[in-house]
């Protein structure tokens, strides 16, 4: 069975996403495939964790390899860094973040280039090749972008009040909502943004109350001081974390400015999103396996 190995030239470029998306298209076609995560790189024993729990995927490490054998009955989607990625005979994808790279890394025989996060603008005047490698685009997506809770605990360096539903531990935030002043207009306010973190102040029980029954998929609590006990048996009961910052609103949203700019790869909902954009594109073509 051949072996897909996916790279970039820095860390953050999408790579993780790629390979698994790569990965489920072949599984979902009833191919059999694992995904392995090359050692090298901080980010590599939490990808190779990620590609342990895909279910589609069964077999993955959950541990970084110090090498990719080839396999007669699996289809093999390795997560290389550069220079890890020349895997004799494999398909190699080529992983850049937001502009379509100059030239291609010597001595890698790329099938094709990805190009992520590139702004909505630029993608119809993306080059259809790269040193005649088809190039495909994957353009600046909310969803792709979306942070996790544990992210934004550690950017906040917040107190986990609650943990959470386990089960929904890898679960994505797609928008930042301030709590509105009013309760009155919250749960409206609250209703328009799926996929959400509501960051109101400690002692707002109403609006704590308000943005529950939307369903967000983190309470972030401003002020640094304990909320009523009311929140955290609502929070409870519903499976909802609550973080609680130590600073005020305006410095917590400051500080949450840039949570959307380095976000890993992870849970369903950022897998099914990069599936449905290669889905279609040349990159299936390209591979031709």
């Given at each position: 069975?051949?072996?897909?190995?996916?790279?970039?030239?820095?860390?953050?470029?999408?790579?993780?996403?790629?390979?698994?998306?790569?990965?489920?298209?072949?599984?979902?076609?009833?191919?059999?495939?694992?995904?392995?995560?090359?050692?090298?790189?901080?980010?590599?024993?939490?990808?190779?964790?990620?590609f342990?729990?895909?279910?589609?995927?069964?077999?993955?490490?959950?541990?970084?390899?110090?090498?990719?054998?080839?396999?007669?009955?699996?289809?093999?989607?390795?997560?290389?860094?550069l220079?890890?990625?020349?895997?004799?005979g494999?398909?190699?994808?080529?992983?850049?973040?937001?502009?379509?790279?100059?030239?291609?890394?010597?001595?890698?025989?790329?099938?094709?280039?990805?190009?992520?996060?590139?702004?909505?603008?630029?993608?119809a005047?993306?080059?259809?090749?790269?040193?005649?490698?088809?190039?495909?685009a994957?353009?600046?997506?909310?969803?792709?972008?979306?942070?996790?809770?544990?992210?934004?605990?550690?950017?906040?360096?917040?107190?986990?009040?609650?943990?959470?539903?386990?089960?929904?531990?890898?679960?994505?935030?797609?928008?930042?909502?301030?709590?509105?002043?009013?309760?009155?207009?919250?749960?409206?306010?609250?209703?328009?943004?799926?996929?959400?973190?509501?960051?109101?102040?400690?002692?707002?029980?109403?609006?704590?109350?308000?943005?529950?029954?939307?369903?967000?998929?983190?309470?972030?609590?401003?002020?640094?001081?304990?909320?009523?006990?009311?929140?955290?048996?609502?929070?409870?009961?519903?499976?909802?974390?609550?973080?609680?910052?130590?600073?005020?609103t305006?410095?917590?949203?400051?500080?949450?400015?840039?949570?959307?700019?380095?976000?890993?790869?992870?849970?369903?909902?950022?897998?099914?999103?990069?599936?449905?954009?290669?889905?279609?594109?040349?990159?299936?073509?390209?591979?031709?396996?």
């Amino acid at each position: 069975m051949p072996t897909v190995v996916v790279t970039s030239a820095s860390p953050g470029e999408g790579k993780s996403g790629v390979a698994a998306a790569i990965a489920r298209h072949y599984a979902y076609a009833g191919q059999a495939v694992r995904l392995v995560r090359l050692a090298g790189g901080a980010n590599s024993a939490a990808d190779a964790a990620f590609f342990a729990s895909l279910a589609f995927a069964p077999g993955s490490g959950a541990e970084p390899a110090e090498a990719a054998a080839a396999s007669d009955d699996l289809l093999t989607v390795v997560e290389a860094d550069l220079a890890e990625a020349a895997i004799p005979g494999a398909n190699v994808v080529f992983v850049a973040r937001g502009a379509v790279p100059a030239t291609l890394p010597a001595g890698l025989d790329v099938s094709a280039v990805v190009v992520t996060a590139l702004a909505a603008a630029r993608v119809a005047k993306l080059p259809a090749d790269v040193a005649g490698k088809p190039v495909v685009a994957v353009a600046e997506d909310r969803t792709l972008a979306g942070f996790s809770v544990p992210e934004a605990q550690a950017l906040l360096n917040a107190d986990v009040l609650v943990e959470g539903d386990p089960a929904l531990a890898g679960a994505t935030c797609d928008h930042l909502v301030i709590a509105p002043i009013a309760s009155d207009a919250s749960q409206p306010h609250f209703r328009r943004f799926p996929a959400k973190a509501v960051v109101v102040r400690f002692d707002k029980t109403d609006q704590h109350l308000a943005a529950m029954r939307a369903d967000p998929a983190c309470l972030i609590l401003t002020g640094g001081r304990r909320p009523s006990d009311y929140l955290f048996d609502s929070a409870t009961a519903n499976g909802i974390p609550v973080l609680l910052s130590r600073t005020d609103t305006e410095n917590t949203v400051i500080a949450l400015e840039g949570v959307f700019d380095h976000t890993r790869f992870q849970g369903e909902r950022k897998l099914d999103r990069m599936a449905s954009l290669l889905d279609g594109s040349s990159l299936y073509e390209a591979l031709a396996l």
